[in-house]
């Protein structure tokens, strides 16, 4: 007998356990829906953070660029380059042999995006490598230019013709 009504309170307490695992289950599918919305939310919203940062950090106004450019078969194996703007360190950059490869077949590298009030400025940059007969380079290039308002292009290049020592330029893009 007693057995008899211990199983009405099980069977009820085991609806209870099942009514809650079904509106939790319910509730983590909408809660999983939010979740994701909220999670697109985050990502629109972190582009538009990068967006602003970009223009912040880089208003056009002062914004400097410079690019970095290996003429075909020009018999100069690039290992890594400097660059210094007005005396400090802007950056370095150390190559792996697949980026020199898109180098040598007309790739460009934008080697650095950074910030120059207007004025006069001095750019030097070493290029250190191997030349045609496996002799270790060690050459610099320097450029004198003015910044005024707007985005200034420069281009760091390796020219050459693979018979004689390549030549080494910094050159302002138009």
């Known amino acids: ?8 309170r099980i069977i009820i ?10 509106s939790s289950q319910a509730h983590s599918a909408a809660t999983e829906r939010d979740m994701e919305a909220l999670k697109q939310r985050v990502i629109e919203l972190n582009r ?10 880089y208003p056009i106004d002062t914004q400097v660029v410079f690019f970095l450019a290996v003429d075909e078969n020009v018999g100069f194996e690039l290992d890594s380059v400097e660059l210094t703007l007005d005396g400090d360190m802007a950056t ?3 190559y792996s042999a697949r980026e020199l490869q898109a180098l040598q077949r007309g790739g460009v590298q934008r080697l650095f995006m950074g910030n120059l009030p207007a004025g006069a400025h001095k750019a030097v940059a070493v290029f250190n490598g191997r030349s ?3 002799k270790y380079l060690r050459k610099a290039a320097t450029l004198s ?11 760091l290049r390796v020219q050459g ?3 004689r020592t390549p030549r080494f330029l ?5």
Request: glycine letters at 6%.
């Open 1 to 8: 007998m007693k057995a008899l009504r211990i199983i009405p």
């Open 145 to 155: 230019f003015n910044k005024e308002n707007g985005s200034k292009y420069l281009e």
């Open 92 to 94: 370095t950059y150390l």
């Open 132 to 134: 045609a007969g496996d």
């Open 13 to 22: 307490t085991a609806l209870h356990i099942l009514t809650f695992v079904i």
């Open 170 to 174: 910094i050159r302002e893009l138009r």
């Open 161 to 163: 013709d693979g018979v």
């Open 48 to 57: 538009e953070l990068y967006k602003l940062q970009e223009e912040v950090l």
